[in-house]
Each structure stands twice: as C-alpha cells, then as structure tokens.
C-alpha cells in the first residue's frame, strides 16, 4: 500500500476507537454527548506531556493515560446525573470548548504552538511507523470491539440500555441510574483516550484544534450513519466517513455542512442508521445471511 493509503486508513483505525468509546455513552446508554473530541485530545496530551516531558515510554504510559481519560471522564460525566437531552447537550459541547481553551492557553500544554517531537511507538526496539504502526492500531480496535461485545451480553448493558429506553421505570425495578450512567462514561472516555494516544504518536505533533468541536460532531455523524447502539456500527461509519471527503477533496472546506446534513437525514429518515433496527441494509443482509446458514 501507498504512504497515503496507509496513513488514511491508519486515522480511520484511530478514529474508530473513540467512535466505539462514544457508542457505549450514546448507544448503549443513551447519553447525548457533543463533546467526545475532548476526551480524545485528554488522551492525546496525556501521552504527549508524559513521553515528552517526563521521557516515559508508550507502553509505561498508556495505562496512565487511559486512567486519566477515565478519571476526568467520570468527573465530566457528573452532570449526566442532573441534565438531560438538550440541556446534557449543551453541557458536553460546554466541554469541549473548555478542554480546548486549556491546552491553547496554558503554557504548560504547549499553548497555541501544540506540543511536538512525540516519540515513535517503541516494540522490541523497533520503531512503529507505517504499515506496522496501522496493525498495532488495528489490535488496540479488535480489542475495543471484544471490550463491546462483552459489554452486549453483560448486565451492565442490560442495566444501561434499560436506563437508555425508560430511567424511571430502570429506577423502580432496583437499577442505579448513576453507578451505570457513571460506568458508561467512564468505559467511553478511557476509549476516547487511548485514540487520542495513539493518534499523537502516530502524527508526531499535536495542538488544540486537533480536538474541537466539529471533531466531536464528526465523531458523533459516524455513529450515527453507522447505527447507534450497534457493535459495527461505529466501524462501518468511520469507514464511510473516513473515505468520502478523500474521494471528494475539492469539497474538503464543507465537511461540517455535510456531517450536519447527514445527522438530520439519518435522523429523520434511518434513526436507526445503516446497521440499526429496521434499516434498509439490516433488511436486505437479514434474509441473505438466514439464506447461507440454510
């Protein structure tokens, strides 16, 4: 494969996890979060201050950096306990600004200029980079896909998607609304994080606008598109959406305008998106797949 292949499918890669991370939040839970780039960039500059300037390695790192994103995820996450749809949307894309103004404007992330010189993943004192730096993001993803799976056959799944379906009703029949709302969060951020790691490994160089808004919003089109609550469904939105603005470059500068219109087409037509309950590819994979077991 090209360098330019390698490169865009290893951000899909990188993109998908945190995607995956915002599906147990939104999907699973039922949380509106408009703010999950945060989170991501937290993971990001969590590495990048502790590899640069502590010189800790990757791998001594990464658990730091997944408890930190886990910590401040379940920090965060206190006002799901208070706020609800509109209100906890507003509240998360809140968030996100504040996460963003911090490491613009504190010196000690680097301000406006970012931070750089991010070391290369080290493995047997090979340098990661490339096709061999795309397969270990491509493991970290199997992996969160497992971690979903599992969580799809759980009680804690059972608890969330019944807290997602009716809270009141969750609360009567003995499920804590806020030890799961609290759990999915947490599970969803520590996801977010380890994207962003990887993501300022691989890119070297990172700065604030890496993690604003519309990358939230971009994060947020691809699980829709791909089907809320759905174990591939993030994977196949990112795909999607990881592939059409290159296959479209000249219309690069309307990338929001095309994730916002997306959201409320799927919305209104497909709110179950492409892999969800009663969509047109479930309808026609369905039979396809009942036709080859027979």
Same mark, same amino acid.
């Given at each position: 494969?090209?360098?330019?292949?390698?490169?865009?499918?290893?951000?899909?890669?990188?993109?998908?996890?945190?995607?995956?991370?915002?599906?147990?939040?939104?999907?699973? %839970?039922?949380?509106?979060?408009?703010?999950?780039?945060?989170f991501?960039?937290?993971?990001?500059?969590?590495?990048a201050?502790?590899?640069t300037?502590?010189?800790?390695?990757?791998?001594?790192?990464?658990?730091?950096?997944?408890?930190?994103? %886990?910590?401040?995820?379940l920090?965060?996450?206190?006002?799901?306990?208070?706020?609800?749809e509109?209100?906890?949307?507003?509240?998360?894309?809140?968030?996100?600004?504040?996460?963003?103004?911090?490491?613009?404007?504190?010196?000690?992330f680097?301000? %406006?200029?970012?931070?750089?010189?991010?070391?290369?993943?080290m493995?047997?004192?090979?340098?990661?980079?490339?096709i061999?730096?795309?397969?270990?993001?491509?493991?970290?993803?199997?992996?969160?896909?497992?971690?979903?799976?599992?969580?799809?056959?759980?009680?804690?799944?059972?608890?969330?998607y019944?807290?997602?379906?009716?809270?009141?009703?969750?609360?009567?029949?003995?499920?804590s609304?806020?030890?799961?709302?609290?759990l999915?969060?947490?599970?969803?951020?520590?996801?977010?994080?380890?994207g962003?790691?990887?993501?300022?490994?691989?890119?070297?160089?990172?700065?604030?606008?890496?993690?604003s808004?519309?990358?939230?919003?971009?994060?947020?089109?691809?699980?829709?598109?791909?089907?809320?609550?759905?174990?591939?469904?993030?994977?196949?939105?990112?795909?999607?959406?990881?592939?059409?603005?290159?296959?479209?470059?000249?219309?690069?500068?309307?990338?929001i305008?095309f994730?916002?219109?997306?959201?409320?087409?799927?919305?209104?037509?497909?709110?179950?998106?492409?892999?969800?309950?009663?969509?047109?590819?479930?309808?026609?994979?369905?039979?396809?797949?009942?036709?080859?077991?027979?």
């Amino acid at each position: 494969m090209s360098a330019y292949v390698v490169t865009i499918a290893t951000l899909m890669v990188v993109q998908a996890i945190a995607v995956c991370g915002l599906n147990v939040i939104v999907g699973y %839970a039922g949380q509106i979060s408009l703010g999950h780039a945060a989170f991501f960039g937290i993971g990001a500059y969590s590495t990048a201050v502790l590899t640069t300037k502590l010189g800790i390695s990757f791998w001594t790192a990464l658990p730091l950096v997944i408890g930190i994103s %886990a910590l401040i995820g379940l920090l965060l996450g206190l006002p799901s306990l208070r706020v609800r749809e509109d209100f906890l949307a507003i509240t998360t894309i809140g968030i996100n600004f504040i996460v963003e103004a911090v490491f613009r404007y504190v010196p000690f992330f680097g301000g %406006a200029l970012g931070i750089g010189g991010i070391p290369r993943v080290m493995f047997f004192g090979v340098r990661l980079k490339g096709i061999p730096f795309f397969l270990l993001c491509l493991g970290f993803l199997v992996l969160v896909l497992l971690i979903c799976w599992w969580l799809t056959r759980s009680w804690a799944s059972l608890a969330c998607y019944a807290i997602r379906e009716e809270e009141a009703a969750a609360s009567t029949m003995g499920i804590s609304p806020v030890r799961f709302k609290l759990l999915a969060f947490v599970i969803g951020t520590a996801m977010a994080g380890l994207g962003g790691s990887l993501y300022a490994h691989y890119m070297q160089f990172i700065s604030a606008g890496d993690f604003s808004f519309p990358i939230s919003v971009g994060f947020l089109a691809m699980l829709v598109l791909g089907g809320m609550g759905t174990l591939w469904g993030p994977v196949v939105g990112t795909l999607i959406l990881g592939i059409l603005p290159e296959l479209f470059r000249p219309l690069v500068d309307y990338r929001i305008f095309f994730y916002t219109l997306l959201l409320l087409l799927m919305i209104r037509f497909q709110p179950g998106g492409l892999l969800g309950e009663n969509s047109f590819a479930r309808k026609i994979i369905t039979p396809l797949l009942k036709g080859l077991r027979k």
